[in-house]
C-alpha cells in the first residue's frame, strides 16, 4: 500500500514549525536561491555536519511556496529549482520511517503526511511486506541502525533470530490485514499470539514456532474498548512526549464513541487494520523494546490514541466518523506517536505494560459491535 508513494507537495512537513536542519555540503546550492543568509538560523548544539536549521515563519519554512497563480498547491522552492538531490536530509527523508538491519532496509511512512494517510484507503485487496523502490531517492536511507546490534529479543534474557523476527513481522502484518477482524479483534488474537511464542523453550527452531501460528483456530472475542486500559496507554504517550504539550484525553469519551463514532469505526475497520499494519512493520520497538509483547504494547497505543483522536474530532465538529475525519485522527495519532515523543523513552514505558501482556490472555465470548456482522 505504500510503494507508490511520491510527494503531492500537501506542505505538511513544511508547515509544522519543527527545526529542519541543513547539512553543511547543501549551503552552497541553497545560498543561490536566497542572497541574504536569513534563511540559515545556527544550531550551535546540532552535530558537525549540520550547518544550522531553514529559517520559518509563523511556522512555514521560508523556503515554503504557498498555492496561488499557477500552482494550484504549495510547493517548496528548494524541490522545485533545485531537485530532490539538494533538498535537507530530513526533508528527502520524511515521511519514510526506516529499520537498518542485517536483513536489509525496512520502510513505513508516517500518516502524518496526508499522502501517506490517503494510501491506506487505497483498493488493494491484499497487503504484503514486498520489495519497493529505493529508500531514499538519490539518498542514504537513515532511521534506527540495528546492523551492529544482537536481534530483537523474543522476551527478556533471550533473543530472536532474523529469519524468526522476519516471519514474526510477516506474521503481524498478515493477520492485521488478511481478514475481515475488527481492530480490536485482531490485536487481541496477536495478543494471544505473542504471548505463545514468548513461551517457546528451545522446542525446535523458532522460525517453526512462528510458522506454526498461522495455523492457530481463532476464538472470538470482544471487539468493545477497554476504556480503562486505553486511558492509561494515552497517558503512556503523553508521558513520552520529548517536548510540548498534547491535549487531554477527551471527556464523556464512551458517550460520543457510542453516538457519534463507533459506526464509521467498524465501517472503516480495514483502514484502521492497515494502520497498525504500517506500525507493526519496520518497527523501531522491535529493537528498542524487551520482547515480541512489547510490540503488541505498541500496537494496542497506536489503536488507543487513534480512538482518542477520533473521538476528539467527532465532539469538536459534532459530526459522524466519516472518511476526512478519520484521515485527521490518523494525522495527529502519527503526529504524536511517530514525531513528537521520545521513542526510546516510549519504548522503556511500553516495556513495562508489556509486562501484563505475558500472562495468559483472557479470553472473552465471541462478540462483535452492533455495526459488524461477523463473517
Known sequence: MHVPYACRHSGACCTSGWPIPLERDRVAPVRVLRADGAWLVPAPDAPPEIAGVLANR???CVFHRSAGGTRAHGDCEIHHRLGHSALPSACQH???ECLIDPRGVFVTLSHY???AASLLFSDADVITIVEGPRAIPMGQPEGLDARAVLPPLLRPGLLMDHEAYG??????VRKLTGNQSAPEQALRALERDAYSLSRWRNDGALADA???L???IEVGTTSF???SA???LFATAIDSLASGTWVDYPERAEMTWSKRVEGGWYDHHHVINRFLSAHAFAAWVAYQGNGVTSQIARLHLALAVLRAEAIRRCAVEQRDLDAPVLVDAIRQTDLLIVHLVDRAGLAARLCEVSTRLRTPPRLGRGRWSRTHVAP
Open 113 to 115: 503526511c496526508p499522502t
Open 214 to 216: 498461522e495455523t492457530r
Open 225 to 227: 474498548p477497554n476504556w
Open 230 to 232: 486505553e486511558r492509561e
Open 210 to 212: 512462528v510458522r506454526a
Open 94 to 96: 520524511f515521511p519514510r
Open 167 to 172: 516471519l514474526w513481522e510477516a506474521h503481524l
Open 58 to 60: 509563523d511556522g512555514r
